[in-house]
């Protein structure tokens, strides 16, 4: 009988995962690695990607940290090179790497220029650049080594704001300017599930798998006002913790979900299901 926790297991596999070092993409590292995975911590960031990379390899994990600058082709091929160079093999790539307009307390006001229809045209254009031709890069980087070892995962992070219209509402406070998600935003998480349906069927036969996660919104220090209108929209009534993507990273990363590819796992709380 086969022990369905071998199905998680990710020892011998290399992960690397794009925007390691952010909310998301620090948990992502620690959940991979603690499967059994030697990591790649890339980000644009170097002190923080090398932050974390220093973590795991202190807690006994095998990780280095990798400069990755998504939008530049050397830059994502150095970043895969890295990885062959140190581990051997890439069998699974994270694109989590994304401009994700925020409205915690560290971003407080910043979003008061979004309107649509004043929506400046070189930041919808680095948007794409970063959250389309970044992922595009990425894979196109790592499929290579995928196909030579005829094994991969490779998961793409969506967002609900790419499944439905963001409630704008949210962000709008009395006596203040009003403030909004981005067109941006919506228009590349939606882009991210039409490439991951396109790789999938791509790469049929080729052992390749290509998923999407779509987490919620995470809770990071936002205000109670923001919480408690977030909650009111959620089955769950409230938003996610930082950690409970964990489990869904690791399902889509292994062979626990083998017959998985071109699926979009959504992780919201019930947004969606209303």
Same mark, same amino acid.
């Given at each position: 009988?086969?022990?369905?926790?071998?199905?998680?297991?990710l020892a011998g596999r290399t992960a690397i995962v794009t925007g390691g070092a952010g909310l998301l993409g620090v948990e992502?590292?620690?959940?991979?690695?603690?499967a059994g995975a030697q990591v790649v911590v890339a980000d644009l960031n170097e002190g923080a990607a090398e932050k974390v990379?220093?973590?795991?390899?202190?807690?006994?994990?095998?990780?280095?940290?990798?400069?990755?600058?998504?939008?530049?082709?050397?830059?994502?091929?150095?970043?895969?090179?890295?990885?062959?160079?140190?581990?051997?093999?890439?069998?699974?790539?994270?694109?989590?790497?994304?401009?994700?307009?925020?409205?915690?307390?560290?971003?407080?006001?910043?979003?008061?220029?979004?309107?649509?229809?004043?929506?400046? #045209?070189?930041?919808?254009? =680095?948007?794409?650049?970063? *959250?389309?031709?970044? $992922? +595009? !890069?990425?894979?196109?980087?790592?499929?290579?080594?995928?196909?030579?070892?005829?094994?991969?995962?490779?998961?793409?992070?969506?967002?609900?704001?790419?499944?439905?219209?963001?409630?704008?509402?949210?962000?709008?406070?009395?006596?203040?300017?009003?403030?909004?998600?981005?067109?941006?935003?919506?228009?590349?998480?939606?882009?991210?599930?039409?490439?991951?349906?396109?790789?999938?069927?791509?790469?049929?036969?080729?052992?390749?798998?290509?998923?999407?996660?779509?987490?919620?919104?995470?809770?990071?220090?936002?205000?109670?006002?923001?919480?408690?209108?977030?909650?009111?929209?959620?089955? #769950?009534?409230?938003?996610? =913790?930082?950690?409970?993507? *964990?489990?869904?990273? $690791? +399902? !889509?990363?292994?062979?626990?979900?083998?017959?998985?590819?071109?699926?979009?796992?959504?992780?919201?709380?019930?947004?969606?299901?209303?």
């Amino acid at each position: 009988m086969n022990d369905i926790f071998q199905k998680f297991s990710l020892a011998g596999r290399t992960a690397i995962v794009t925007g390691g070092a952010g909310l998301l993409g620090v948990e992502f590292c620690r959940t991979l690695a603690q499967a059994g995975a030697q990591v790649v911590v890339a980000d644009l960031n170097e002190g923080a990607a090398e932050k974390v990379a220093v973590s795991l390899s202190k807690a006994g994990y095998p990780a280095i940290h990798s400069v990755v600058d998504v939008t530049r082709p050397e830059s994502t091929q150095a970043m895969v090179a890295s990885a062959m160079e140190n581990f051997g093999r890439v069998d699974i790539l994270v694109n989590s790497a994304a401009l994700d307009p925020k409205f915690d307390p560290q971003h407080e006001g910043k979003q008061s220029d979004n309107a649509f229809e004043t929506f400046p #045209l070189e930041v919808w254009n =680095q948007a794409v650049q970063v *959250n389309l031709t970044g $992922l +595009f !890069l990425c894979c196109q980087s790592a499929v290579g080594p995928m196909l030579a070892q005829g094994w991969g995962s490779i998961i793409n992070l969506c967002s609900i704001y790419g499944l439905v219209g963001p409630d704008q509402r949210l962000y709008q406070r009395p006596g203040q300017p009003p403030q909004y998600k981005p067109v941006y935003y919506s228009v590349t998480k939606a882009g991210v599930l039409g490439l991951t349906h396109y790789l999938a069927t791509y790469y049929a036969g080729a052992g390749i798998r290509v998923n999407a996660l779509t987490p919620g919104g995470i809770y990071n220090n936002h205000d109670e006002t923001f919480l408690q209108q977030y909650a009111a929209r959620t089955v #769950l009534g409230r938003m996610a =913790q930082k950690d409970e993507m *964990n489990g869904a990273i $690791l +399902f !889509l990363a292994s062979e626990a979900s083998s017959y998985m590819t071109g699926s979009n796992l959504v992780v919201d709380g019930g947004w969606t299901a209303w």
